[in-house]
């Protein structure tokens, strides 16, 4: 039996000259040996997660890249491809692109035998891993003498697992944590939040106004949180850091190896560990600071980007890697006339065109004849622009929809979501149990889906498409082209457009069927990488994506909401944006009475 956490602790600081040297031994250290106190890296990510000595990051590709201390084997990841990782003390886990679990490492109390199912998010702690489940409801498994792995009942968003405490987001945006308890730090304060980290023996939390709060042990000034607004906070051992609105980083607590220091420049997510901070820059640049002993503030090369693009009637739209909008074509209702401002997401409609601000606020532009371009007031996680209305996920759940309700496409059900779909004249949203709701416009049958559990859905003009939570694909309404006849495999999202779907398998290759008139369903050919000129020893470059990786990361399908014709992939000025547009959708006209 291993000796206790804490015991472990003492002895590794201890032992620590001769684990450096062992970390020179082939299966103890995995990445880059490390080259100074405070390291960057010339690779980018879409997520990053950093545990006590290494660090894990989720590639374009879908597959891992771990870095840092290796001696249980926590940073040799395995193979197949992800939607999220989280690094704990001495083991890793992540969300593949089925749904599945896969953990390793560190494993004396089973904290790396993940339960079957399909999870929406996990979250690895200090010697125990908790999980959201695709119908909102947690599992936890490992250390449980604290409680910590003993969750509540209830449905959640999201789940975050400390050293020996838990604390996870309800539907209604309230707290609940659970756990050691002797400092405060599982005793949340009353309020909604969007989001919530557990460190050590503190917690961090963003209520839904995008203030931060903290609770727990303060010897370092931990839990006093920095004034403004925030969209993402992560507690690390006895440090935190935060992304504020503008995505400038703030740090504050135990900065003994500089891990509360964060660079100057703005970020789309920070990941605190115990002794060192990584995060992912706008420009999609993964940087790390603080302790790197055993490598774990070094990431390696590779490619992470990820860019949003959403294709609408005759226009597109895109969130660039610095957060701003450009947009493109039909512009006669200023649709292709976004507002200043850093946007974490992007929806074209019919001809206009809805965005979600950093802050998580709406802003909608365009055509307003149905009051389409009339958001309402609130922080929302999802926006999704139809032809003549709009819906949105609330950061509690609960969809607000505006604009045109003539077959009742803007009157939502009641219950939580994850995500919703606005089409031609109906919508679809996936539950927070992971089943289907769509409504509107029934009249080829689009409106009522099929049985299941799904991660995410999308809504054409008459016909709906979803992923369901094994990676197969569903559709049904209109097939008179096809569309509604999705190929088999496995598939991480789909996108319905007019009369054609597209959808990206888990391998990141696209796949298109139904009518191809104008060609929207004929993928285009990748042009040849050049091969780039080597760069100096020590000096970092730019890798371009592979064409498996472009096809992942195809706009074409990254609104996940319909309105998509066709893609090809731009990377150009040092910013990569989906150019989405095939010429020649011809929206059927709806007869009006009157």
């Known amino acids: 039996m291993r000796a206790p956490i804490l015991v472990r602790l003492l002895l590794l600081s201890v032992l620590a000259p001769a684990l450096v040297i062992l970390a020179a031994t082939p299966g103890w250290f995995s990445g880059s040996p490390p080259e100074g106190v405070q390291a960057s890296a010339a690779a980018s990510t879409t997520q990053v997660s950093a545990g006590w000595g290494h660090t894990c990051g989720v590639k374009t590709d879908g597959t891992l890249a771990c870095w840092g201390w290796n001696g249980e084997g926590q940073a ?187 660079p100057d420049g703005t970020f789309t997510q920070v990941s605190a560990g115990w002794y060192h901070t990584c995060g992912v820059r706008t420009d999609g640049i993964v940087a790390c600071w603080g302790q790197n002993d055993w490598g774990q503030a070094t990431p390696p090369g590779g490619t992470f980007n990820k860019p949003r693009v959403s294709a609408g009637g005759q226009h597109t739209c895109g969130v660039k890697t610095d957060g701003t909008l450009t947009c493109w074509g039909r512009n006669d209702n200023g649709q292709a006339t976004p507002p200043a401002g850093t946007f974490t997401q992007v929806s074209a409609g019919g001809q206009h065109t809805c965005g979600m601000r950093t802050d998580g606020t709406l802003s909608c532009w365009g055509d307003n004849g149905f009051g389409q371009s009339t958001a309402p007031a609130g922080t929302f996680t999802q926006v999704s622009a139809g032809r003549y209305h709009t819906c949105g996920v609330r950061t509690d759940g609960t969809l607000a929809c505006w604009g045109d309700n003539w077959f009742g496409e803007a009157t939502p059900p009641a219950g939580t979501f994850t995500q919703v779909s606005a089409g031609e004249a109906h919508t679809c949203g996936a539950k927070t149990d992971g089943t289907l709701a769509c409504w509107g416009d029934n009249s080829w049958g689009q409106s009522t889906p099929p049985g299941g559990t799904f991660t995410q859905a999308s809504a054409g003009e008459v016909h709906t498409c979803g992923v369901k939570t094994d990676g197969t694909l569903a559709c049904w309404g209109d097939n008179r082209w096809g569309q509604s006849t999705p190929p088999g495999g496995t598939f991480t999202q789909v996108s319905a457009g007019g009369q054609h779907t597209c959808g990206v398998r888990t391998d990141g290759a696209l796949a298109c069927w139904g009518d191809n008139t104008y060609g929207q369903a004929t993928l285009p050919t990748p042009e040849p990488t050049p091969t780039p000129p080597p760069h100096p020893p020590g000096v970092g470059g730019t890798v371009k994506l592979p064409p498996a990786a472009i096809a992942a990361e195809s706009g074409a399908l990254a609104d996940g909401c319909g309105w998509t014709f066709g893609s090809y992939t731009a990377l150009a000025a040092g910013v990569a944006v989906v150019a989405v547009g095939v010429a020649g959708w011809y929206a059927r006209r709806r007869w009006r009475a009157g």
């Open 76 to 262: 040799s990841p395995p193979a197949g491809t992800f939607t999220q990782v989280s690094a704990g003390q001495d083991h890793t886990c992540g969300v593949k692109t089925d749904g599945t679990l896969a953990c390793w490492g560190w494993n004396d109390h089973w904290q790396a035998t993940p339960p079957a199912g399909t999870f929406s998010q996990v979250s690895a702690g200090g010697a125990h891993t908790c999980g959201v489940k695709t119908d909102g409801t947690l599992a936890c498994w490992g250390y449980n003498v604290y409680g910590q792995a003993t969750p509540p009942a209830g449905t959640f968003s999201q789940v975050s697992a400390g050293g020996w405490h838990t604390c996870g987001v309800k539907t209604d945006g309230t707290l609940t944590c659970w756990g050691w308890n002797a400092y405060g730090q599982a005793t949340p304060p009353a309020g909604t939040f969007s989001q919530v980290s557990a460190g050590l023996r503190h917690t961090c939390g963003v209520r839904t106004d995008g203030i931060l709060a903290c609770w727990g042990y303060n010897y370092y000034g931990q839990a006093t949180p920095p004034t403004g607004t925030f969209t993402q906070v992560s507690a690390g051992w006895q440090h935190n850091c935060g992304l504020r609105t503008d995505g400038t980083l703030a740090c504050w607590g135990n900065n003994d190896d500089g891990q509360a220091t964060p």
